[in-house]
């Protein structure tokens, strides 16, 4: 399976910004999609950003994210990032980062999630 390992969460001011990182233990062009779920207490995971390693489709955000949430990625680092702008106290939730690898037995893999708190 591949190794994902998350960064970059915490407590952040309504309005305020904060960028989490996705590390992947092998190259990136061997994943068809990486991007991010979040998960807030009580309720299910909901899918953030997704984005395709060969570029071969554009980002793709879900509505509450359109506009102040960009998904992005480094080959050369084998990392996907997710820059957060504009946080809601809603955006409140465990963020987790996946990696699909397509083939005759998709695999997928999960981080271990990072809290990002967004409150005054």
């Known amino acids: 399976q591949v190794q994902l390992v998350e960064s970059g969460g915490g407590l952040v001011q309504p309005g305020g910004s904060v960028r989490l990182s996705c590390a992947a233990s092998?190259?990136?062009?061997?994943?068809?999609?990486m991007g991010w779920y979040r998960q807030a207490p009580g309720l299910g995971r909901e899918r953030v950003a997704t984005i395709t390693s060969s570029g071969s489709s554009g980002p793709n955000y879900a509505n509450f994210v359109k506009g102040r949430f960009t998904i992005s990625r480094d080959n050369a680092k084998n990392t996907v990032y997710l820059q957060m702008n504009s946080l809601k106290p809603e955006d409140t939730a465990v963020y987790y980062c996946?990696?699909?690898?397509?083939?005759?037995?998709?695999?997928?893999?999960w981080g271990q999630g990072t809290q990002v708190t967004v409150s005054s």
């Open positions: 996946y990696a699909l690898k397509g083939g005759r037995t998709p695999e997928l893999s």
């Open positions: 092998v190259s990136i062009f061997s994943i068809d999609s």
